[in-house]
Nanobody, 121 residues
Framework: QVHLVESGGGLVQAGGSLRLSCAASGSIFSINAMGWYRQAPGKQRELVAHITSGGTTTYADSVKGRFTISRDNAKNSVCLQMDSLKREDTAVYYC???????????????WGQGTLVTVSS
């Protein structure tokens, strides 16, 4: 079983910064892709940023140039540095990890519990 623990959400003024972290633990053989998604009230969950095992990154157009995703393979963790935050960035942010289970070598995905980011004007 694999668990994700997220941290770093909170309340920030527009123009400010927050850093989200997500650490995976459990029966992990290897981690493939890691990503951050978000869901605003009344909207569907959307991809914010994604990083492959090789370090290739992808960002939603709405956050390009403001958010930076990074990963620490030794710690099985991924971070999202969010700068120049806007009110429209307000949402619950979810970590997603695609990994290979150590015992069975099956490919699975797991979601974090979500962390709320609120950007005030």
């Amino acid at each position: 079983q694999v668990h994700l623990v997220e941290s770093g959400g909170g309340l920030v003024q527009a123009g400010g910064s927050l850093r989200l972290s997500c650490a995976a633990s459990g029966s992990i053989f290897s981690i493939n892709a890691m990503g951050w998604y978000r869901q605003a009230p009344g909207k569907q969950r959307e991809l914010v940023a994604h990083i492959t095992s090789g370090g290739t990154t992808t960002y939603a157009d709405s956050v390009k140039g403001r958010f930076t995703i990074s990963r620490d393979n030794a710690k099985n963790s991924v971070c999202l540095q969010m700068d120049s935050l806007k009110r429209e960035d307000t949402a619950v942010y979810y970590c997603n990890v695609a990994f290979v289970v150590a015992a069975t070598y099956r490919y699975l995905e797991v979601w974090g519990q979500g962390t709320l980011v609120t950007v005030s004007s």
